[in-house]
Every structure is written in structure tokens, then in C-alpha cells.
């Protein structure tokens, strides 16, 4: 599975966020995971970021070329520098740091 | 550097348990693989559902994930069951390899004869080859296909019209393992909407549509016919009771009964055969049919049918499980309140109630742990569990637990304010005793014991069969949770009182000479002391009537008035002519008593012998005379 959602204003000049979540199927952290950081987008990043989930079970591959270990991982692509943060996201102070929000 | 651990065999002592020894969980293998710290954090905290494993390529699941991955699947299962009436899969070479439910073709449920075979190889009344050819073309273009219908007659001579759907099933790289999917059964549904009312199809669409499990005897005691359900749960349970096939006979069936389903079988056998002979209209009994954890409880009733033909009964099963789960919790309920309502002690009243509780739930003990607020710990207390070897050691391994406010299942429980519980056979590493697996008891349940709001202990159970509750069960653990919440405070409040009463009495007993009391006649009935010198027995006697008390007639008059008033009085004082020729002194006080209904019942109070004080007193003013 991998689920792509992209938001672009017409005249956007913010800078675009693009991310990627590494989960498994529908298992409980990863559910925790897609909600909260949805949460954390709609409210901290309106229309300015470019979210890929993709599902390790379907495609382990692609996760461990990316240099994942474990889902759910979260990692932040643009703008540098590349971060990633391991868990179910519910700490949303720790997931703004990694996104550079604060 | 490992260490290492050198072992000794010594004769007599048990062996040293190293660190090698103690089976690792599969966390602690994983957090020893992965070295990024973020990763082993979020493993710790169970932040974590799958690790990638970069030698097979693949992801494991964590033991959570892969368990929540088993319940969606029995969700799943559960809700195509409901929505269906079978399931089916298929291998690459569409041969059924899975079949529950109703059965497909003329084969019956689970029967060889589908197993292996294709479905064109079953036996279809109106299956052409034509239309097996564009079925195996969908199949090779891996094309979900819906609402095949196919019609055959069964081994009842029943026709049945059946509507077959599946979908292809891929591996994860996306190679074609088969086919899957559900089966409907059409000709039951439309009976019941083509038949006409009064006709024989009507009637046999009806007796399909009830839930309960219903068969027709001759006079021989021979089903001639079941419903749907009947036929159900005898395909899957066999055995005794709504479990006996079409065809056979009742009667012998229950005669072949045994073990503990040998009583009822033969009570119903005789019910059965009272209500074929005509000597009664209607039997009822109720029984149970399984074994635990699957038993489920019915309710039998044999009706006698009145010319129609060879039928001579009509025998109904309804499941009654449910409401005799609730009548348990009910009389549960019933003998905690008892328990509490009658008790002299409290630990015998909290251990009458785990004992209950264990007793209606089949856990083999269970402990009442008190919050101590002051030292915020939770401290292992009354206790109750079954004579058997391994339970009394458990309970004696585990006697004097002292564990804190906010740790383990029962600190979680009191913290949370709700029921918790472990299943039994739930492999959880953080199981609330190491004791669970040399026991068995895996199982666990703990619920709160709260008073307005707030938790004072906790009562935790153990066992092997500790299920998942429903939510009966839980509303009846909260009412117990709360009676012997607000039992435990009205005891303690109790013994404060006591204790306070206790107090008061020492108090009183330091103050004064004598205590006494008095009938409604105010003759005295007890002296606790010395009482009044000279005046002999007290008991049974008034004030007035005893020898050698020197007073006047104004103020005995007065004194009786005060008392006949039910008037307490203090400090009535008067002289007693003692043998020696001088006088003794004594003050009284007292208040008069009254019983629970506010009847009158007596005086009671206080004596003081105040001699020296009124001698000294005396003397002074003879002084002062001179």
C-alpha cells in the first residue's frame, strides 16, 4: 500500500514539507501514527506539505533502502536536513522538532 | 566483554540459574539486533509494530501488531459469517482446500466429497458446460465473480438454490495462490417470500426462520424433520441433545448418553416419551450441552402435536446461555450483598465475598489487596482458594504482597478505576506473577474496590480459565467493587466509633466511683464499681428504697419528679448512715435511656462518693461556727 496526498495552494511561497511514513498495514501504532500526524499537518502545516505512506509489509524494500529499521517511521525529506522519528507520533513536540516547526 | 558465569553442581542445593538460562522474549532479541537508540526507545515504550529484517528482506511483526493482525482476522471471519452462509478457498488450481458453513453442491458441510475437488466437479442440477467453460475463463483472467447461482437437492430430497462469490488471493509477490469467498443460501430466503400461507413450503420456511433449534419426533421418537438451525448445530457439535441428526432416533440417542450428560439425556427421554404416549400436554427442562469453556445452557421444551400424522412431538432447543450468565451474576450480586449484610468480621466478610466471586466465575483464588494512602502501597490481605496442591502454594508464594500504588495489574486497576484482566492462554511476558506459569493460571482479573469515586483496594483473581468479560460482567464486578467499597468504610467507621466509645468509658471510669443504670421503674439493674456504702444490695432496689440513705421529703419528692419527667439530673447528692455511726456522702448523676423505636427504657449514669470532700466541707463550717 502506499497512499500518496498532496496540497498545494495556487500561489504557494511557503515551502513544501515533503515526508514519508513507513507503516504496517493497519497494526495499532501505525493506525496511531497516520492519525496523528495528520493532525499534526492539518493544524501546524495547513496546505504546505506532500505526505507518502508506504506500507512495509507490501514493501519491505523500499523501507530498508531508505535505511528503516523498525515502523512506524516518520522522515522528513524537504527542506533539509533529512530527519527521522521513530514511534506512533503521539509526541507532538518531539514530531514538530523533527518536521523544524518549532 | 561478556562475562561468563561459572556453574557449580553442588549436591543437595538447585542449580544456579545463570543469565543464558532465562528464555529471552522476543523483544529483548530484537532490542540485542538493532543499535539506532531512537529505534530501541520506541521498541521499549511498544511504540513499535514491525522491524525490518535486512537478511530476509522482510518485516517481522512485534508479538502486538501480529495479535491485533489475528483479532482483525477473526473480525473479519466473524462479520462473513454473519453476512454469509459459508466460506470458502480455493488453491491455484481452483480446488477447495477451506469449507465452513453451508455446504455447496449435495455434499454436506465439511465433507471430503468437496474438499479436492473443483467447482464443477460437485454435483449441480443446472451447471452446463457452457457455463462452466465462461466460469473457468473469469477464473484464468483472475476476474471476481458474484452471485453464481447453482440449484441441487440435498440429502433431506430438499431443493436448494445456492449463490457462490470469490474473489482471487494473491502472495506477496503478487503470485495468484487461489481463489476465496462466500457462499448464500437463496431457496430458504425466497420460500419464505413465494410460499403461500398455510402450505406446507410456508410452514417449513418458518420453522427454518427460528433461531431456536427445533425438530419433530414420530411415535417412535425419530426426527422426521429439523429445522435449519437443528440441522446446524448438529452438523457441528454431534453428540446428545439438539446435536442428534435427522433420521435418528431421540429416544436411543439418549439412551447411549454418558457421562455427565447421561441425567439429562435420561430426563428428557422420559419427558419425550410422557409427551408422545399423551400423558402430558408440554415438558420443559433445562440443561446444559458442551463442555466448558463452549457449554452452552438450553432450554428444552417438548410439545405433543395433535393429528398430524406419524408426528407425535415437536422438541424445541432455545439457547438460554445468556440469560443464565446474567441470573449467575445476579445471584452473585445477592450473596456478595448477603455476605456483607450479615457479617460479624470484616476479614471473613471480604474473604466470603473473593470465595463467591471465584466460586461463580470458576477462578481457582483471588486476594483482596488495601490501599494503604499513607505509605501509597497496595498490601496483600484476605485471601481465599481451592484446596488443590498448586493453588495453595501460589497463594503461599505470593501471601504477604506488598506492591506499589501505581505497578501491576491491581496498582493499574486502583489507579484507573476500572476492571483489568489477562486472558487465560494470553502470552503476555508481563504477566502479573513469575508464579502464573508453574500454576497454570495465566488467567488474571482484577477490579477496583472504590467508595465515592475514589479506590481503597483492589480484589484480584487468578485463574485458568479467565475469559474475556462482557459487559454483564463488568457492571457486576463495579456493584461489587462498590458494596464492599462502602462496606470496608462503614466497618472502619465503625471501629473508629468503638474505638472512641472505648475511650470515653476509661475516661469516665477514671472520673467517677460507680457506674449504674436503671429499668423504667428506675430500680437499679447493674453497678459497675463500688456503688454506695451501707446501703447493702443495690440491685433491683430504687434510690429511695435503699436502708439507711438520709434525705428529706422535699427533695425526694423533687428527685422523683426529675426522673418520672425523664429529666437527666446532675450532682444529686444525699447522706447514707454507715455502720460505724458517721455518715458517707455520694453525688449522682444520670440520663434517662431510650431504645431504637424511642421507647423509654431506664436511666443510666454515674456515682461519685464525695465523703472526705462534704466531711471536710462540714468541719470547716463548724469551724467557722466557732
Known sequence: MTRKKAKRPADAVVTMVVLKLYIADTAPNSARAIANLAAICKEYLGDGFELEIIDVLEYPQRALADGIIVTPSLTKLSPSPLTKIVGNLSDTRSVLHALGIT | ?626
Open chain 2, 1 to 626: 566483554m561478556k562475562s561468563r558465569t561459572r556453574t557449580k553442581i553442588r549436591a543437595g542445593r538447585p542449580k544456579r540459574v545463570t543469565r543464558a538460562d532465562v528464555p529471552r522474549s522476543f523483544e529483548d532479541n530484537i532490542l540485542r539486533l538493532i543499535k539506532g537508540a531512537p529505534e530501541c526507545r520506541a521498541i521499549r515504550a511498544g511504540e513499535v509494530d514491525a522491524v525490518l529484517d535486512p537478511v530476509s528482506g522482510k518485516a517481522i511483526l512485534m508479538p502486538a501488531a501480529q495479535a491485533e493482525f489475528i483479532e482483525h482476522k477473526a473480525r473479519f471471519r466473524s462479520l462473513v459469517d454473519l453476512a454469509s452462509d459459508g466460506y470458502w478457498e480455493q488453491d491455484e488450481n481452483y480446488r477447495f482446500v477451506l469449507h465452513t458453513g453451508a455446504a455447496i453442491g449435495n455434499e454436506r458441510t465439511g465433507d471430503a466429497g468437496i474438499l479436492g475437488k473443483a467447482l464443477w466437479e460437485l454435483s449441480f442440477d443446472n451447471g452446463s458446460e457452457i457455463d462452466w467453460q465462461t466460469h473457468r475463463t473469469q477464473l484464468e483472467w483472475r476476474a471476481i465473480f458474484r452471485d453464481l447461482e447453482f440449484s441441487c437437492v440435498d440429502s433431506a430430497g430438499q431443493l436448494r438454490r445456492i449463490s457462490i462469490s470469490g474473489e482471487p488471493i494473491f502472495d506477496a509477490e503478487t503470485r495468484f495462490t487461489g481463489y476465496r469467498g462466500i457462499t448464500r443460501e437463496i431457496a430458504a430466503r425466497e420460500q419464505t417470500t413465494t410460499a403461500a400461507p398455510g402450505s406446507d413450503g410456508f410452514a417449513r420456511a418458518t420453522l427454518d426462520a427460528l433461531a431456536a433449534q427445533v425438530c419433530v419426533l414420530d411415535t417412535q421418537g425419530s426426527i422426521v424433520s429439523a429445522n435449519v438451525a437443528w440441522r446446524a448445530f448438529a452438523a457441528t457439535c454431534g453428540g446428545s441433545g439438539p446435536a442428534i441428526a435427522e433420521n435418528d432416533n431421540y429416544l436411543a440417542a439418549c439412551a447411549g448418553a454418558v457421562g455427565n450428560e447421561r441425567v439429562d439425556a435420561v430426563a428428557m427421554a422420559a419427558g419425550i416419551r410422557q409427551v408422545i404416549a399423551g400423558e402430558r400436554e408440554m415438558f420443559r427442562y433445562e440443561r446444559l450441552c458442551g463442555t466448558p469453556p463452549a457449554a452452552r445452557w438450553f432450554m428444552a421444551t417438548v410439545t405433543h402435536l395433535h393429528g398430524a400424522g406419524a408426528a407425535r412431538a415437536i422438541v424445541a432447543y432455545e439457547d438460554i446461555t445468556e440469560i443464565k450468565h446474567a441470573e449467575r451474576l445476579h445471584g452473585l450480586e445477592r450473596i456478595v450483598a448477603r455476605c456483607l449484610a450479615t457479617a460479624d468480621d470484616t476479614a471473613a466478610a471480604v474473604q466470603a465475598v473473593v470465595n463467591a466471586v471465584c466460586a461463580a466465575q470458576g477462578w481457582d483464588c483471588g486476594r483482596y489487596f488495601r490501599l494503604d494512602s499513607a505509605s501509597g502501597v497496595l498490601i496483600g490481605g484476605e485471601s481465599w482458594g481451592l484446596p488443590e496442591v498448586a493453588v495453595e502454594q501460589f497463594m503461599a508464594k505470593s501471601g504477604s504482597t506488598v506492591v506499589r500504588a501505581d505497578a501491576g495489574l491491581a496498582g493499574r486497576a486502583c489507579a484507573s478505576g476500572e476492571p483489568l484482566w489477562i486472558l487465560s492462554g494470553a502470552q503476555n511476558t508481563r504477566a502479573p506473577t513469575a508464579l502464573a506459569h508453574e500454576t497454570g493460571m495465566a488467567g488474571t482479573f482484577v477490579f477496583p474496590v472504590r467508595v465515592a469515586g475514589e479506590s481503597i483496594g483492589a480484589l484480584a483473581f487468578n485463574g485458568r480459565s479467565v475469559r474475556e468479560p462482557d459487559e454483564r460482567l463488568l457492571q457486576a464486578v463495579r456493584s461489587i467493587g462498590e458494596q464492599l467499597g462502602e462496606f470496608l468504610q462503614r466497618r472502619q467507621a465503625e471501629d473508629g466509633l468503638r474505638r472512641s466509645e472505648e475511650l470515653l468509658r476509661r475516661l469516665t471510669e477514671l472520673s467517677v466511683d460507680w457506674r449504674w443504670e436503671q429499668d423504667t421503674k428506675f430500680r437499679f439493674t447493674q453497678i459497675v464499681g463500688n456503688g454506695m456504702a451501707g446501703t447493702g444490695d443495690m440491685l433491683g432496689k430504687t434510690l429511695w428504697e435503699l436502708p439507711g440513705i438520709v434525705l428529706g421529703d422535699d427533695q425526694w419528692v423533687a428527685h422523683k419528679s426529675e426522673i418520672s419527667a425523664q429529666w437527666s439530673f446532675c450532682d444529686f447528692e444525699c447522706a447514707v448512715a454507715l455502720p460505724d455511726g458517721q455518715f458517707g456522702y455520694y453525688c449522682l448523676s444520670g440520663e434517662p435511656l431510650y431504645d431504637a423505636a424511642g421507647v423509654f427504657s431506664g436511666f443510666h449514669g454515674t456515682g461519685l462518693d464525695i465523703t472526705e470532700r462534704k466531711r471536710a466541707e462540714i468541719a470547716l463550717q463548724k469551724a467557722a461556727a466557732r
